[in-house]
């Protein structure tokens, strides 16, 4: 019988590469293995830390939106009001010696009409305190009622609330707010008494 000579050079380095094989599978087997609960549940903690932080950070960032507009509002009310109480030319100043300016806003109004009735209250059937002439000057009040009113006026009926305003002499009371007028005008096809 004739023997067969195998070349042992060329299965070495294949025997060796097949250990190293299968030594890195054992290893790599074992480090994913799911039978380590640590490591899958660091993995897991890992996974459930990182989406809580993506919506705490969602959370913050919505909230800070929501503190920025909230503090925009606040800006844009006390801009408002400020322009509303910054005193105008026209506006009358109180001095004293030593004191402090006082400024007040007065809003002047003016009657539209010759003979417009002051009247003690929001209503034609308050008594009359006082009749404007024609361009006759008082202080608004700042306060109107809440509803509107449709009076007969002759060839001109308007809606308007009644105002309430403050006479030259001090005393106070309510005009039909279609009758007055921040400027000097003279309203026509009103008829009156």
Known sequence: MSKTKYNNARLVPFILMS?????????????CSSSDPATANQVEETERRRYLDTLIQQDNKLLMQRKLDSIEQAAKAAALLRGMTTPLPG???VRGYGVKTVTERVTPLYSTIDGLNVRSGPSLKNGVLARLPLY??????????????????????PTAPWVKVRL???????????????YKFKQTGVKTD
């Open 19 to 31: 250990i190293v094989t299968l030594i890195f599978l054992f290893w790599a087997m074992r480090q």
């Open 91 to 93: 506006d009358s100043l």
């Open 136 to 157: 006759g000057e008082v202080t608004f009040l700042n306060e109107v009622t809440d509803s509107l009113y449709q009076l007969d006026l002759g060839d001109f009926k």
């Open 168 to 182: 030259p002499d001090g005393q106070e009371g309510w005009v039909y707010g279609a009758l007055v007028s921040y």
